[in-house]
């Protein structure tokens, strides 16, 4: 079966410490794949996506940067967290090609203080 | 540049009615659109979508209808049940590029 898992599931970071969320997708190939996050109140914004190894399209200037060191994991990361990078990330891939039809991951809440 | 609208922050309906959920979009090359419910804490779950060649789609308790000329869309859930009570988030996808922009969001209470 096609399953999607992401870890941690929280975080508490001080200010300018190192990220590292990973996602990774079972049962399927060459998933598109994309990074959301959602601060408190607010809706899903974009941050990253990739459509194959190596492949990864940024949304939104920022501190963060992704990777796909392989096919079905997909990680976000960065140097140094800012107080503003907190919120609730998400990791998701796209069950059918095109159609924007995405199965979410359980998400990863960061806190940074 | 928000390419992806819905202006009603939250919505209150009586369990049994219906429910209306409204949706702008400002991008014409948009192929897809869909709907998701997400519960606090969670992430989000798809529920209906409809391709830009159709106006209306049916699923259970759930429509969605499609008005490209006003570029909106809208979901409909008849009966509404307390348990329908979530987050719905309007989405867009074209088949040219590879994102998915999502809406900001409209909370529904259901009040039983």
């Known amino acids: 079966s096609q399953t999607i898992h992401q870890w941690p599931a929280t975080l508490v970071q001080p200010v300018g410490s190192p990220l590292s969320l990973e996602c990774t997708v079972e049962?399927?190939?060459?998933?598109?794949l994309y990074w959301y996050r959602q601060a408190a109140g607010r809706g899903l914004q974009l941050l990253f996506y990739?459509?194959?190894?190596?492949?990864i399209s940024s949304e939104v200037p920022q501190n963060l940067s992704a990777s796909r060191p392989q096919d079905r994991q997909f990680i976000l990361s960065s140097k140094k967290l800012l107080l503003s990078d907190s919120g609730f990330y998400l990791c998701?891939?796209?069950?059918?090609?095109?159609?924007?039809?995405?199965?979410f991951g359980e998400g990863s809440r960061l806190t940074v203080l | 540049d928000q390419q992806v609208k819905q202006n009603s922050p939250s919505l209150s309906v009586q369990e049994g009615r219906i429910s209306i959920l409204n949706c702008d979009y400002t991008?014409?090359?948009?192929?897809?659109f869909l709907w998701y419910k997400k519960y606090p804490a969670e992430g989000p779950t798809f529920l209906i979508s409809?391709?830009?060649?159709?106006d209306k789609n049916e699923d259970g308790r759930f429509t969605v209808f499609l008005n490209k000329s006003a570029k909106h869309l809208s979901l409909h859930i008849v009966p509404s049940q307390p348990g329908d009570s979530a987050v719905y988030f309007c989405?867009?996808?074209?088949?040219?590029?590879?994102?998915?922009?999502f809406g900001p969001g409209t909370s529904l209470s259901v009040i039983p």
């Open positions: 409809i391709s830009s060649i159709k």
């Open positions: 049962g399927t190939s060459n998933p598109n």
């Open positions: 990739s459509v194959g190894i190596g492949q």
């Open positions: 998701a891939w796209e069950r059918t090609r095109n159609t924007g039809e995405l199965f």
């Open positions: 989405a867009a996808r074209g088949t040219s590029y590879d994102k998915v922009i």
């Open positions: 991008n014409s090359m948009f192929d897809y």
